[in-house]
């Protein structure tokens, strides 16, 4: 298997899967982006989200320990997309959990495992954070995976204490991968926490102690739980030696594309290839929404794919794009993922005729804007 095969998506899903299925793990295939009995969450933004029944205690889990990759929607981070090398709408996030059974020790030790001896990354481009206080993570990382403490970065709560509105939540620790001094800010103090495009987050493994409720009260839960995320565009990024993860297939194609409607060569120009990104992402989110069953409204989950498509067509217009062409990205999108996510596949027509639609009103509603406008000038 030659390197980028190997460093698929596809393949480095599978071998997630199998590394930690080998460690006990039951694995699961992704939810759908729409939770299911949970009105806190508008949609799934983490692996850990449909599995919250499990970290609380209200439900028994099949097994203690599972593993799954997850489709995600996350729009908090929408104004970075495009701009930064690695920030993304949506995104699949592997993630191996433990309920009640094994902790830090074992999440850190697995975790370095998988990136140093299963992926073969170079353990010296490897850096760490931990929470302020945590000197048990600290020691861990120092004493018995081998981490110099140069390389371990403290971080207050805002980078590392994982937690959602409400829910399970905790301290965390994070894997920062160097991709060199060319592509940092060039600043002394650059290390991971710094915002430039150097040190890439790639998995974050959150010792979940915590059941956050609606007044912001964090309880303690009967268990210590781990709850990891790795993001498998940016991990595909780093093992393949892309720039961003939108130079990682299966995203490069639909960018391609859109290059290819365009006109536009990727590459010639900051602020075009930025639209060719947001485009990729958000026309990604879309067919994946559509395709869990999300159709574009007024109100909440609609809307985030009503923006998501919006925002996606001006940004085709920006790039000189005269016909509506949201819809031909999808077979891009569907051709590389539909293995994985085989709905995607048996709902192509559907998914293609909805984002059609979607865009074809909005192109109505701004033609007919635009002809008030001209009329009162
Ligand atoms: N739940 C861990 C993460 O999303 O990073």
């Known amino acids: 298997m030659d390197t980028l095969d190997?460093?698929?998506?596809?393949?480095?899903r599978k071998e997630y899967l199998d590394f930690f299925r080998s460690k006990g793990h039951l694995t699961e295939n992704s939810f759908s982006l729409i939770p299911k009995n949970d009105k806190s969450l508008l949609l799934i933004g983490a692996g850990m989200a449909p599995l919250k029944k499990y970290f609380t205690g209200a439900e028994t889990p099949p097994c203690k320990r599972m593993a799954t990759v997850q489709k995600c929607v996350r729009t908090g981070d929408i104004?970075?997309?495009?701009?930064?090398?690695?920030?993304?709408?949506?995104?699949?996030?592997?993630?191996?959990?433990?309920?009640?059974d094994y902790f830090k020790k074992e999440a850190i030790q697995w975790a370095w495992e998988l990136l140093t001896d299963v992926l073969k990354i170079d353990k010296d481009r490897l850096w760490v954070t931990v929470y302020l206080d945590d000197d048990e993570a600290e020691k861990i990382w120092h004493e018995v995976v081998g981490i110099p403490k140069e390389r371990i970065v403290r971080l207050g709560k805002a980078d590392n204490f994982w937690e959602l509105e409400v829910g399970p939540s905790g301290p965390c620790s994070e894997i920062y991968?160097?991709?060199g001094a060319d592509r940092g800010c060039g600043c002394s103090d650059c290390k991971p926490g710094c915002d430039c495009n150097r040190y890439i987050e790639i998995w974050n493994l959150v010792f979940t102690q915590f059941d956050k409720d609606e007044q912001g009260v964090y309880h303690p839960l009967p268990n210590p739980n781990i709850d990891t995320g790795m993001g498998l565009e940016r991990v595909a990024a780093v093992l393949q030696d892309k720039p961003t993860v939108f130079d990682v297939e299966p995203l490069f194609s639909v960018v391609k594309k859109v290059s290819e409607l365009s006109g536009v060569p990727y590459g010639s120009n900051d602020k075009k290839d930025i639209s060719m990104k947001i485009i990729c992402d958000h026309s990604r989110a879309a067919t994946f929404m559509i395709g869990d069953g999300i159709i574009p409204s007024n109100e909440g989950r609609g809307y985030v794919l009503r923006r998501l498509l919006r925002r996606a067509a001006r940004h085709g217009r920006l790039l000189g794009i005269k016909d509506i062409f949201l819809h031909e990205l999808c077979d891009k999108v569907i051709e590389n993922s539909k293995g994985a996510y085989p709905?995607?596949?048996?709902?192509?027509?559907?998914i293609k005729k909805v984002i059609k639609l979607e865009e074809e009103r909005f192109r109505e509603t701004i033609d007919s804007g635009m002809d008030i406008l001209k009329s009162y000038i």
């Open 6 to 12: 190997r460093f698929s998506i596809n393949n480095i």
């Open 343 to 350: 709905e995607l596949g048996e709902k192509k027509d559907y």
């Open 79 to 100: 104004d970075n997309v495009g701009l930064t090398a690695r920030h993304l709408t949506f995104f699949e996030m592997l993630g191996n959990f433990s309920f009640g």
């Open 177 to 179: 991968y160097d991709t």
